[in-house]
């Protein structure tokens, strides 16, 4: 997915870059924890995000130790990457609680149907060119003298040409994204779920109806089948968080 921030930065998720559209061609390239935080971020714009669900989704669940200093750190980095494309302050710290992506618009676009874009463009471009006039045919196919005398050279150089593109793309193909479900909406409360599985939505808003009046504005956010230090066995865990940022959020535990 390719995501326009602020019709100033263009963010591609699965090459891992932040690019100027202004400045096309000069790309910046994301380690995976920082791509990771920033596709949690432009998918949740101007919600705050709790630090233990961005240690969790960036660093826990893929088997990586996390800690508030790595946290501070790629948010800090981060920062700094977006700052050469945007002067404008995207990312707001709320101590102690977590952070809030806050672009003014962000819009998204398929990435094949951005590359087809590129394609047809490419094309336009090169049938307004004039056509260049062909060399002699001796001086095209006439390789040097040193070519011809080298062929394990030759072999080597073409294999590199097939090759490289090839590992590049595996290097970061692999761009992971934020893995939460929109489960609708119980009055004023949207619900979501963070890997997706075991109840139905019908239980869920159950379950919820039992807990929360949902008359204030929330997020609800499920968590399926979990261990959390202090519980004698695994339990579903839901957590509503009032929009009210200066409100805490609450947990209620559900035995799966």
């Known amino acids: 997915m390719i995501f326009v921030i602020n019709k100033k930065i263009k963010y591609n998720e699965y090459e891992g870059t932040l690019e100027d559209i202004d400045d096309p061609g000069n790309a910046t390239l994301l380690v995976k924890p920082a791509c990771r935080l920033l596709s949690i971020f432009v998918r949740n714009n101007d919600m705050l995000i709790k630090r233990k669900q961005l240690l969790d989704e960036v660093w826990e669940d893929y088997g990586l130790k996390a800690t508030d200093s790595n946290l501070n750190n790629y948010i800090s980095g981060l920062r700094r990457s977006l700052a050469k494309i945007d002067t404008e302050e995207l990312i707001i710290t709320y101590p102690r609680q977590g952070f809030k992506f806050v672009a003014k618009k962000i819009t998204r676009q398929d990435l094949n149907a951005a590359l087809l874009e590129k394609n047809v463009i490419q094309v336009s471009d090169n049938d307004k060119e004039e056509k260049k006039p062909e060399l002699p045919t001796a001086e095209l196919t006439s390789p040097p003298a040193w070519w011809k005398k080298a062929p394990l050279k030759k072999m080597a150089f073409i294999a590199v040409i097939l090759v490289f593109p090839y590992l590049l793309s595996m290097a970061y ?59 004698p066995s695994y339990a579903s865990i839901f957590a509503y968080c009032p929009l009210d940022v200066s409100a805490a959020c609450e947990l209620s535990y559900v035995k799966s």
């Open 173 to 231: 193909k692999q761009i992971p994204v934020s893995n939460i479900t929109n489960l609708g909406k119980y009055k004023n409360c949207d619900i979501y779920s963070i890997k997706y599985n075991g109840m139905q939505p019908k239980e869920i808003e159950s379950v919820i109806a039992k807990h929360y009046t949902c008359e204030d504005k929330a997020n609800i956010y499920y968590y399926f089948n979990i261990k959390e230090k202090g519980l």
